[in-house]
């Protein structure tokens, strides 16, 4: 079972109403925390699956990274990154872009990412419900190979 902070990123990476999140969520009471390496900008959190746990049909890797938040003793916004290798949960990645990652994070705060709707714009903005869709794109591999 994954608790504490990889716990929580994990139980947000993973919410809303999508098969592939569905299947990746049935992955989680096999899955344990293998490492844990952190530095003054964030941490790396290797996960292990069971073999015998289901898992996506996809050869790729990818990543789920529309969740950002706000860690307890962090001056600005924290991103996370949830990544899948060969369909099954690997690794959650936490990044701040100042030295100032905290021994023992606490998240205070989170909320999802989109694709800015204003066609000019090339960013993220902060959206008040997950788009689901937009959150798997990944799934669909790198639309430049």
Known sequence: MIDGFAGEILERMLAGDHEVLSELRAQVPAAEVRSVEASEYGTLIDLWVADDAGQLDVEH???????????DGVDGEVGFQLHIVRGRLKTIEAWVTSPDWPAEP???????????????????????ERDVEFAVRGIHGDPED
Do not use: I, T
Request: charged content about 35%; hydrophobic content about 45%.
């Open 61 to 71: 890797r990818f990543a789920l990274d529309d969740l950002f938040g706000k860690v």
């Open 106 to 128: 606490r998240l205070v705060d989170s909320w999802y990412v989109a694709y800015d709707p204003d066609p000019e714009a090339a960013e993220f903005v902060r959206v008040d």
